[in-house]
């Protein structure tokens, strides 16, 4: 079965500071997709970046990137330039092969601090 | 905008009182999704509406069913609530049955059992 792990309940950032939140997983399938979302205080799950296991380019939208290590099965998000509303609870997920139920890790709550 | 929209946001009923929460989306996709989630814990998936094909999680409890009279609507009504069933109830919506699809979240419904 499919495994998502977060091993940092929690973070902290200076706001304009660059902070890295981490996540792996565990699969044997050979296509599948993993994402990041965001769920700020007011609880709407947002996606923030996905990424499919067959590009090698790391994907990115604006100051937020991802760091996929394929080989590791690690797949870490990171927020460049943090800002105050970046504050919210993070959830690494996971869908792969035939499964197309999402798989997410415990989250890691991210504090941004002025 | 396209989206997801969940009514009310916050619903509050009496122990052993039904109570049906609503999601529509605009997006015109295939699959609605309910989820429940709790305090500080990743969202739970309870059953998904894939057109209108019920699939439900091996452990939903009874207690917890479905509706879905057309694309645009999906309904979770919960049948006799307990203090338990105290969460947030999620609403999501995929474009199909396939793990490359994105989910798209609704902004929630905050659930309070007295």
């Known amino acids: 079965a499919q495994t998502v792990t977060q091993s940092q309940p929690e973070m902290s950032v200076q706001e304009a500071e660059t902070v890295t939140l981490s996540c792996t997983y565990d699969?044997?399938?050979?296509?599948?997709?993993l994402f990041w979302y965001k769920q700020p205080p007011s609880r709407q799950m947002i996606l923030v970046i996905r990424?499919?296991?067959?590009?090698?380019q790391n994907a990115t939208e604006n100051r937020f990137s991802v760091n996929f290590q394929k080989a590791a099965k690690s797949f870490s998000l990171k927020i460049s330039d943090s800002q105050l509303g970046d504050a919210a609870m993070y959830f690494c997920?996971?869908?792969?092969?035939?499964?197309?139920?999402?798989?997410f890790g415990k989250g890691t709550l991210l504090t941004v601090n002025p | 905008d396209a989206m997801v929209i969940q009514n009310p946001r916050y619903q509050v009923t009496q122990f052993g009182k039904p109570v049906t929460l609503s999601c529509s989306q605009t997006?015109?996709?295939?699959?609605m999704y309910w989820y429940q989630q709790k305090s500080s814990q990743a969202p739970k998936l309870l059953f998904h509406?894939?057109?209108?094909?019920?699939?439900n999680e091996a452990d939903t409890p009874d207690n917890f069913q479905s509706r879905r009279p057309n694309t645009s609507f999906c309904f979770l009504d919960i049948r006799s609530p307990g203090l338990g069933d105290a969460a947030m109830y999620l609403c999501?919506?995929?474009?199909?049955?396939?793990?490359?699809?994105?989910?798209?979240f609704g902004p929630g419904t905050r659930l309070l059992v007295l």
């Open positions: 509406y894939y057109d209108k094909d019920f699939n």
């Open positions: 990424q499919e296991a067959y590009k090698q």
């Open positions: 997920a996971y869908s792969g092969g035939s499964n197309y139920k999402l798989t």
């Open positions: 997006l015109n996709h295939n699959v």
């Open positions: 699969t044997s399938e050979s296509d599948y997709y």
């Open positions: 999501a919506t995929s474009r199909d049955l396939r793990s490359q699809e994105t989910q798209y």
